[in-house]
């Protein structure tokens, strides 16, 4: 005799049966469409599923492949921030993952943070690594001359809907407040030291009302004795960073690096980006990521052979052919 299930027991078997959902995945996609002042249909386009598929999703009712789908939402998330002019692809060297790795605890615990040193060594491509695996983040660089609270509040609103800005009938700093109280975000501020000291309190007064975390980049001012002028003689800073990050690079650290870089880049040619890393480590591993970029330029815009795009890369930025051999 058959049991007949009752309209309770029918609605816990509906439930059970859908598959678990990335809730913090939903929110951060919820967030970049408001940001972004995106439609639903817009992101589905983007993703490659129905309107319909999206919604069930975004509503933790989708019962179809909602890993497949999820990653798909990452997918596009991620490029459409790389196509806002972030590189689209990041090599995930030490000094990376590292970066990573402080920018992804400093979310989870809310805290102030600050990592320095030497010119070329990652820093940047860490954060714009953790930009793209973390949707959620907001990277912004600074300079000399956006360095005020006016220039950091309108680095802030690049990634937020002019349009709902103007209809909300708010300040810039107020209306920055609203959209970040409570959503968790990490703000990544490149070239901190290019930052006025009102706008580094002004940050700070932004993470005490929003509950935010911060992450500082910049340069050290003593690569000796590791000291650093951002927080020295600025009690408020110096207190309110707790957790800084110095990495020192050994000679075998930046060899490695470097090699990785060039390997990633162009692989046809281990032993060439081996002995290049070799002459370009000690100057920092910046040179190794200018020539991988300038010679995949030269591949892509002026149609060179990979070897012949190396060689002129490489003597733009000092390299003598004739120290490398492998190319020869």
């Known amino acids: 005799m058959t049991q007949t299930q009752t309209p309770k027991q029918t609605a816990e078997t509906s439930v059970s049966s859908i598959p678990r959902h990335d809730a913090e995945l939903i929110a951060e996609t919820g967030a970049f469409l408001a940001d972004q002042g ?11 599923v129905s309107p319909s598929q999206l919604n069930a999703w975004l509503r933790q009712k989708y019962r179809g492949d909602v890993p497949g789908l999820e990653e798909k939402v990452r997918q596009a998330i991620r490029q459409h921030r790389a196509s806002r002019g972030l590189v689209k ?3 995930p060297t030490p000094m990376v993952n590292a970066v990573h790795g402080m920018a992804e605890r400093l979310t989870r615990t809310g805290l102030i943070g600050l990592i320095y040193g030497a ?3 990652g820093k940047t491509a860490g954060l714009i690594y953790h930009s793209l695996k973390a949707p959620n983040a907001i990277y912004f660089p600074v300079t000399k001359w956006s360095g005020n609270i006016a220039g950091v509040e309108r680095g802030l609103m690049a990634f937020f809907s002019k349009y709902e800005w103007q209809v909300s009938g708010k300040c810039r700093g107020d209306f920055l407040t609203s959209k970040l109280v409570g959503s968790r975000r990490l703000l990544m501020v490149d070239g901190a030291d290019n930052l006025t000291i009102n706008a ?4 700070l007064d932004l993470a005490e009302q929003t509950g935010g975390a911060i992450l500082f980049a910049c340069g050290p001012s003593n690569l000796a004795t590791g000291d650093h002028q951002f927080v020295r003689g600025d009690k408020r800073l110096s207190s309110a960073v707790k957790l800084a990050f110095n990495p020192v690079f050994s000679e075998d650290d930046s060899r490695e690096t470097a090699t990785a870089i060039l390997t990633a880049q162009f692989p046809q ?11 370009v480590h000690a100057k920092g591993v910046g040179y190794a990521v200018a020539i991988a970029a300038i010679a995949a330029d030269f591949v892509q815009h002026s ?6 795009a190396l060689s002129q890369s490489a003597t733009l930025c000092g390299v003598k052919l004739s120290q490398v051999p492998a190319l020869m």
Not at 38 to 46: C, N
Not at 200 to 203: S, T
Not at 303 to 308: E, G, M, Q, T
């Open 119 to 121: 010119h070329g060594i």
């Open 89 to 91: 692809e990041v090599i």
């Open 38 to 48: 995106k439609k639903q249909t817009e992101l589905a386009k983007m993703v490659g």
């Open 269 to 279: 040619f281990p032993a060439w980006s081996e002995q290049l890393a070799g002459l």
């Open 303 to 308: 149609r060179l052979a990979p070897d012949k």
């Open 200 to 203: 580094r309190h002004w940050l």
